[in-house]
């Protein structure tokens, strides 16, 4: 999710926006969790698929599922397992705030999208 970024540490909240267009939201909220990844370099082939309106965007990719049944995508540099506390209006998008249930990370080069297009990530020295 191109939104998706963290909110708040004590307690552990993230947020992100959610197109009030989108099909999979009412699915996803009625289950009332979620789990973002941060995918690798190497796993454009599966932010391309998740990024399509399909019935099931998980048909083609690898995963494996959290406590409450969401997918985390094998190999993702991180996954962050959520639970849904509050939806607010943020215009043609849902504003989405939730609660950190359990979360992993390994090092790695993670996977960019600027200006529509993929790449990798360039640490850039401070001096
Ligand atoms: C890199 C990337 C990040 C995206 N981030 C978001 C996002 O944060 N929120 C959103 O609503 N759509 C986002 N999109 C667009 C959705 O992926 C796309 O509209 C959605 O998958 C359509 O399926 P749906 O109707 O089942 O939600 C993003 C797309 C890409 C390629």
Redesign the pocket.
Known sequence: ????QSLSLDPPLVS????R?????PRIRVGGGSTAGVLSADQHHI??A?????ED?FASVDWTASVNGCPRVTGALAWIDCEIRHELDGGD?LIVVASVSDLAAESGEPLV?HRGRFGGYREISAA
């Open positions: 999710m191109g939104t998706f992100f926006s959610v197109a267009a989108s099909g999979s939201w932010c391309h998740l990024s399509r309106k399909q965007k998008h999208f």
